[in-house]
């Protein structure tokens, strides 16, 4: 029952999509605004060094994000940071190829260190990293995080999320990787050829922590691909899975209750 919906707006959009190329009045704008998109675009942007190849992790962690509002469009959500957070250690652990430094051993490494802020988050990486023989670690900034406004199938206006994350090779203290995702929820007829993953969201507008999910696997997917496991097998840390699994369900639960 709950796939009829989106069946019927799908086809809605063929008929209206093939009117379209005959009749120039077709009224798009008004009924794109009611018919959302979430898809792979362009929305990850990556930079790394050239020597990423021969980057080699046998583990890695990650430190928890911080809030950094853009000013431009800066909207962040008290306790955005801690979910997209949760999201990046359970991609992380559930990877495989290398080990993930359970969320606990982390906190318990910071408690050691100066407070983190934005301004120390590369050099409070590169002592955490070294005091838990990573060879990697990941930091970043939750630079906007604007929740859905109205209902599933009735927004007023759409999800939005930007951060950015770096990772930093420890032995060398250099950052080998940076990406920025960037991505706010449009209309089908924004971008109408990607029609799969409209479908997959069910025709509805999706929530901020959905959006930065998908931005936070894709992420993972690109070091994954970029950096020389130590493990050629795939499996996964019991124990970092477990911690993840916690902190994604804290982060959901507190999400819920706002």
């Not at 853009?70 to 949760?86: H, I, L, Y």
């Amino acid at each position: 029952m709950k796939r009829a919906p989106v069946f019927a707006v799908l086809t809605l959009c063929v008929m209206i999509a093939g009117c379209s190329s005959t009749d120039s009045s077709s009224s798009l704008p008004s009924f794109s605004s009611k018919v959302p998109f979430v898809g792979r675009t362009p929305d990850l942007e990556v930079h790394a060094v050239k020597s990423i190849k021969t980057v080699r992790v046998a583990k890695i962690a990650v430190m928890p994000l911080l809030e950094n509002p853009d000013k431009s469009n800066g909207t962040v959500v008290e306790g955005s940071a801690e979910t997209v957070t949760a999201e990046l250690i359970g991609q992380v652990a559930l990877a495989g190829g290398w080990e993930a430094v359970p969320e606990t051993d982390v906190t318990e490494g910071l408690q050691k260190l100066p407070p983190l802020t934005l301004s120390n988050q590369q050099t409070v990486a590169i002592a955490l990293g070294k005091n838990l023989n990573a060879d990697v670690v990941i930091y970043g900034t939750v630079n906007r995080y604007k929740e859905r406004v109205g209902i599933a199938y009735a927004a007023e206006s759409p999800a939005s999320v930007e951060f950015t994350l770096h990772m930093v090779q420890v032995s060398s203290g250099q950052v080998v990787w940076t990406a920025k995702f960037d991505r706010t929820q449009k209309a089908l007829f924004e971008n109408f050829f990607n029609v799969v993953n409209f479908v997959k969201s069910e025709g509805r507008w999706v929530k901020a922590h959905e959006i930065a999910q998908d931005g936070i696997q894709e992420a993972v997917a690109n070091i994954h691909d970029e950096v020389t496991l130590a493990r050629t097998e795939m499996r996964f840390e019991g124990g970092s899975v477990e911690e993840s699994k916690k902190a994604i369900l804290r982060a959901q639960q507190k999400e819920a209750t706002q």
